[in-house]
């Protein structure tokens, strides 16, 4: 392999490290007009009336609507269905364009207003007089449930989305945990986290009428769900003249695999007024409308046996959903969340018992690891603190409650109980090494010294699983998803041996341009330089299910793969016709067709340029070189990895230093260390941003007191230290590359591993369960108690 | 958010009270205060310019003076708006007799936020309106001075 396995340099970096990149607010199209949105100051308001008169007559005004001008539309939709437990659809409230009866959280759209600048259409939105009347909020999932609690929207009783179980049966899991030998019960919060992708949402939308055609550009992970949305639904325009454009984007985290409401308004104001319509969110504005991550209130409880084995897990969760169902976030809170509480052990009897609730808050939706970051820190937390309840060291009490390795070929899947098929996993080796990486016996003595001299030290452990590279579309079907989830690529072999390769998946980060075209280079024997990655447009791309649950590389990856299988079997038959042979007595190599055991060959691009010049041409074979597929996985992904914090922590102060942390990750097989290295950092550092830093924190009346960079606190350079990262292989044994996927291990690992090295370090104190984010002053407080 | 404080003034409660129920000079001495038009039955249009840290812009609005007992307390509703988001507060003012001539002013009061305002100015705002309410006490003693 000259590629696969090879640190390539990011060949996109060239343009994104020069300031070459394309973004979606870099667009300018002549006769473009500018919105802006009038946003609820209110988390909870009723709307007497929207005055626009004043506004209407600033010079440069173009045009302004409100909710009453879009009431015909029925809004954005959700994708995934989830039911109550007794079989009853869950509440579906309309997720209109604009509100015109009442504002449901801080942010919500009132009216739009477009102009010749932005800032006219800014100036103009201060003339827009709301008539509201402030009522009573509710911003906290386990209040929003409770009688009398203000309703976000009339008619869903109790606030309540949906309740949903998932595991053994309850009674079975009540049993085990009442006759455990030993029972470590904590409440948890999982606070709510604003995924700050650097490049804010924006969209253009451009309709025009000679030839009855619709372009969105558009920051989306997703371009191609967002046109079957749009078409589909929202708007319910034709989608084959409907064009989605995801140009470059600056990160996403989730935040922009989801369909807006701003995406339908700009085409839908664009087709009102016949000019491009933009809209570009600043950072405040993204605080308040771009959906967050996270927010669970959560008793968990987990029962041990005399040797430290595992018996039972129950737990109680209210998953707050915010005002608005976002378009995947049901599916987040249960069927990417109730399904890892397996995690990485035994664990016999597992029963999760959950109640999705609106809020008068922006809507949570997927954000990095979506529901499984939530999953492993219940497990991880009571697992440490099990272990120091019962005066037992936590690795230890991990190893003897890991599921043994298997490789899923040799040894079939481990079956979960709680509906998933684990595909490979080895998660005691990635402990063991990741134990030789810290030093373990050397670190416990050198805290033992520190504690003598009042030096507060701890280490944190925590051994994770994810599911990913999703997944099966007749599984998520049956679980609720209302869309498939297989994805599509096109390679089209150019007549002189270059390689076009259309790929659903959606780069905005990843490095897709660089790890796709090494898979591709590799397979055919070409250089990488003659191979060009295409994403992010539909009018190019056929179609795409987008990138999400680190699925690019295992299920656009392996699309890919397909493709190119299938131009090596024509070109076998072009090259058996050349060189006068049967295909079963050629083999391909280094890019070129040789008969076994002669030096007759034929190159890749003399194939190719013969299959679009084909006058010397095998019989009943069609021209070109140009194949599309589409793959579907047999399963998820599921890589795993032990990741371990080492912390300090200033006793006058309460200050949290992170000494050292070590991660070894088990991804599959790896295309690119330095890309998968470089995924793996940055999840590290959002998953310790949510351990020490962040929060998003709403006050009694649901306004969003921490909305900008002065107030809301991200992870910096100099708050980490310089990560240990190693990696083990268990190859996935359902996708023809063997990758799992590795976009959102670190957070996922990380934030348990931190909080747990805290608990550690604190442990003179007495002190076992503390809210993140683990800032100064609540370490501080807690240790004066 | 939650205001407070206490102050002593070298004049009788009556004294006090005038001055207080005379609209300019409320908006005179209240901070951020510039503008007072009466509108009958005790309210008025208000007209007020703050900077709070990185919040900065002019409001507008109402306010009503309630619960009124001469000369004893009374309580100002303020309801004002602007590009920055709104403000609703409720303050009562209660005026304790010391010996003759001397008044202790005793002001305590809620505020709601929302918007910009809310969203960044929480962080500095718990400060700048104490400032504020001791603001308020000492341009209401110059007041008194100046009337004597």
Known sequence: ?785 | MHLEGTHSLNAPPQEIWNLLMDPETLARITPAISRLEPLGDDKYKAVAEVKLGPVKGSFEGQMAVADKKEPEHFTLLIEQKSRMGNANAEGRIQLNPIGDNQTEVNFTGDAKLSGTLARMGQRVLGGVANSMVKQFFQNLESELKANA
């Not at chain 1, 005066?391 to 390795?405: E, Q, S, T, V, Y």
């Not at chain 1, 049956?478 to 994805?487: D, F, K, Q, V, W």
């Not at chain 1, 922590?649 to 330095?674: E, Q, Y």
């Not at chain 1, 291990?745 to 348990?752: D, F, L, N, Q, R």
């Open chain 1, 1 to 785: 392999m000259t590629y696969i396995g090879k640190s390539v340099k990011r060949v996109e970096d060239q343009r994104f490290l020069t300031g070459k990149g394309n973004y979606t607010d870099d667009i300018v199209l002549p006769g473009m007009t500018y919105a802006y949105i009038v946003r609820s100051p209110y988390a909870h308001a009723k709307i007497n009336g929207v005055d626009t008169s004043e506004a209407a007559a600033l010079e440069g005004v173009v045009a302004i609507f409100t909710g009453e001008d879009v009431k015909e539309i029925g809004g954005v939709p959700c994708g995934w269905q989830v039911n109550f437990k007794n079989g009853d659809t869950m509440k579906e409230p309309p997720h209109p364009l604009m509100v015109r009866d009442k504002a449901r959280h801080v942010g919500d759209a009132v009216a739009m207003i477009i102009a010749e600048s932005k800032e006219i259409a800014r100036d103009a939105a201060d003339l827009v007089d709301v008539d509201y009347e402030e009522l009573p909020a509710v911003v906290n999932a386990a209040e929003a449930v409770k009688d009398g609690a203000p309703l976000v929207h009339d008619d869903v009783p109790k606030n309540m989305c949906y309740d949903w179980e998932l595991g053994n049966p309850k009674e079975e899991v009540d049993a085990a945990i009442e006759s455990a030998h030993h029972v470590t019960t904590l409440e948890f919060v999982n606070q709510r986290v604003a995924p700050n992708p650097i490049e804010p949402r924006a969209a253009i939308g451009h309709f025009e009428a000679a030839r009855d055609h619709y372009t969105l550009y558009t920051t989306s992970q997703n371009p191609h769900l967002t046109r079957l949305l749009l078409s589909a639904f929202t708007l319910g325009l034709p989608e084959h003249k409907v064009r989605v454009v995801a140009p470059d984007v600056g990160g996403g985290f989730g935040s922009k695999i989801f369909h807006y409401t701003e995406e339908a308004l700009v085409i839908w104001a664009s087709q009102q007024i016949e000019r491009p319509v933009k809209w570009t969110s600043d950072r405040s504005e993204a605080f308040m409308t771009d959906a967050q991550g996270r927010d669970h209130v959560t008793k968990a409880e987990m029962g041990f046996d005399e040797e430290g084995n595992i018996v039972g897990l129950r737990i109680n969760t209210f998953a707050n959903l915010g005002a608005y169902l976002s378009t995947f976030s049901t599916c987040v809170p249960t069927w990417l969340h109730g399904t890892l509480l397996q995690g990485v052990y035994t664990t016999p009897k597992i029963h999760i018992d959950l109640t999705a609730v609106f809020t008068n808050t922006v809507a949570v939706d997927a954000y990095r690891g979506a529901g499984r970051p939530e999953a492993t820190y219940l497990l991880e937390r009571l697992i440490d603190t099990g272990a120091l309840e019962m005066g037992m060291d936590p690795a230890d009490l991990r190893f003897k409650n890991f599921i043994p390795p298997f490789d899923g070929v040799e040894q079939e899947g481990y079956m979960t109980q709680v509906a998933l098929q684990y595909d490979s996993g080895n998660y005691e080796g990635v402990l063991k090494r990741a134990l030789e990486m810290v030093g373990y016996e050397n670190f416990r003595k050198e805290q033992e010294e520190g504690r003598k001299n009042g030096k507060l030290m701890g280490i944190g452990f925590s051994t994770y699983i994810e599911a990913c590279g999703i997944a099966p579309s007749a599984v998520v079907g049956s679980l609720g998803a209302r869309a498939g989830l297989y994805e599509s690529a096109q390679v089209r072999v150019q007549p002189t041996g270059k390689v076009s390769v259309y790929t659903g998946s959606h780069s905005h980060g990843q490095g897709h341009e660089t790890t796709f075209a090494q898979v591709v280079a590799d397979k055919l024997g070409i250089p990488l330089e003659d191979v060009e990655i295409v994403h992010g447009d539909s009018e190019a791309v056929a179609f795409g299910m987008g990138t999400y649950g680190s699925r690019s590389l295992a299920v656009g990856g392996s699309a890919i793969v397909k493709s190119i299988d299938k131009v090596l079997e024509k070109g076998a038959k072009i090259a058996a016709h050349k060189l006068e042979a049967a295909v079963d007595d050629l083999e391909f190599a280094e890019g070129k067709w040789t008969v076994k055991g002669t030096d007759k060959s034929i190159g890749f691009a003399d194939i190719s340029l013969t299959a679009y010049v084909p006058h010397d041409y095998p019989e009943n074979l069609e021209p070109g070189m140009d194949f599309s597929s589409f793959y579907d996985p047999a399963n998820f992904t599921y890589p795993f990895g032990a990741h371990v914090a080492m912390v300090e922590v200033d006793k006058d102060t309460g200050k949290v230093t992170l000494k050292r942390f070590v991660a070894v990750d088990d991804v599959g097989n790896v295309i690119n260390p330095m890309i998968v290295e470089g995924q793996i950092h940055g999840g590290l550092a959002q998953g310790i941003g949510q351990a020490l830093f962040e929060e998003t924190i709403y006050d009694e009346n649901g306004q969003l007191i921490n909305g900008s960079y002065m107030d809301y606190t991200m992870p910096r350079a100099d708050d980490l230290p310089s990560f240990e990262v190693d990696r083990q292989v268990t190859p996935c044994p359902h996708n023809p590359l063997g990758v799992k996927g590795a976009g959102e291990a670190g957070t996922i690992g990380s934030t348990p591993a931190v909080v747990n090295a805290v608990m550690d370090a604190l442990k003179p104190f007495g002190i076992k369960n503390l809210a993140m984010p683990l800032t100064p002053e609540r370490v501080w407080r807690y240790m004066q108690e």
